[in-house]
């Protein structure tokens, strides 16, 4: 009777992401469309909900949908989606590997992995934990970074970006050496926009200070708890019980293996190399356990 149940999310990030709004119908916070505390500084913030995953490529197979901006995810092994649902879609993919949904795509952006960035995740349990950035890898990009940048060719008014408020800078853990190249070339492309470059919206600390701003649950975010890795754990928006999502076509079988769910993993040698593990992808795991 004193048991209790607690979902885990698959990947690292999955509660952090929710957090943050990713969501059709939700904002960061799980706030909804139109609230004012978004729409008064976001003046732009759309109140129409938008489409979730099956109901994308059922657009996409219809030809409604005329581009498809795919950023970690890989939608068309996940979901079981027919490739030829987006024959007339403009496809993007922003990822680490060559996916079956990368495969599929116009332009592939290379990403930097979870030790090529700075910032920070939030497990399942709520918990904010601090990611250190190793160093730079050549021909990589951060996701955000990438996206801003898009967003620039698009139009999109970078400037307001810029976080105001009381900002507190950190180099949020990394070494020296790994902030240099990145630093460097964020100051090049800001300069370009004439961005005073130490009013970064890279700057992960900076990102913290809108999420502590705008997103409930962060602001009471203890930022020296973080960085000496003490437990940071995010306060809770509600209370009482929560509302599942009946939708069958929301609902596909995991087929994840003792050792890894296939989205990363799958490129290990190593993992690979595992017996139990070769049943995903047999022939190629019998290649690199010889």
Request: proline fraction near 6%; glycine fraction near 8%.
């Amino acid at each position: 009777p004193n048991a209790k149940f607690m979902c885990l999310g698959d990947y690292a990030n999955s509660r952090g992401a929710a957090d943050m709004g990713l969501y059709p119908n939700l904002l960061p916070g799980y706030a909804p469309l139109g609230c004012a505390a978004f729409t008064d500084e976001y003046q732009n913030t759309s109140t129409t909900p938008g489409l979730d995953i099956p109901q994308m490529f059922a657009a996409a197979k219809s030809g409604a949908l005329g581009a498809l901006y795919v950023v970690g995810a890989n939608p068309i092994a996940d979901y079981n989606v027919d490739p030829s649902a987006l024959q007339n879609t403009f496809v993007v993919v922003q990822e680490l590997f060559l996916t079956e949904t990368a495969m599929l795509a116009e332009v592939v952006l290379p990403a930097a992995s979870a030790y090529e960035k700075s910032g920070t995740f939030t497990n399942t349990y709520g918990d904010l934990q601090l990611l250190k950035k190793a160093g730079d890898v050549t021909g990589v990009r951060t996701d955000f970074e990438m996206i801003v940048r898009v967003a620039d060719r698009l139009g999109a008014d970078i400037r307001k970006l810029v976080p105001f408020g009381k900002p507190m800078r950190a180099d949020t853990g990394q070494s020296r050496g790994a902030q240099m190249g990145e630093a460097d070339r964020h100051g090049v492309w800001l300069a370009s926009k004439n961005i005073e470059p130490k009013l970064s919206p890279f700057d992960p600390a900076a990102m913290l200070d809108e999420i502590q701003r705008l997103v409930p649950g962060y602001a009471n975010i203890s930022r020296l708890a973080l960085l000496s890795g003490s437990d940071t754990r995010t306060d809770a928006v509600g209370e009482g019980q929560g509302t599942l999502d009946t939708d069958p076509t929301s609902i596909v079988p995991a087929d994840d293996t003792l050792f890894t769910s296939g989205t990363l993993g799958r490129y290990s040698n190593t993992l690979n190399s595992v017996i139990e593990n070769r049943r995903r992808t047999p022939a190629s795991a019998e290649i690199m356990a010889d």
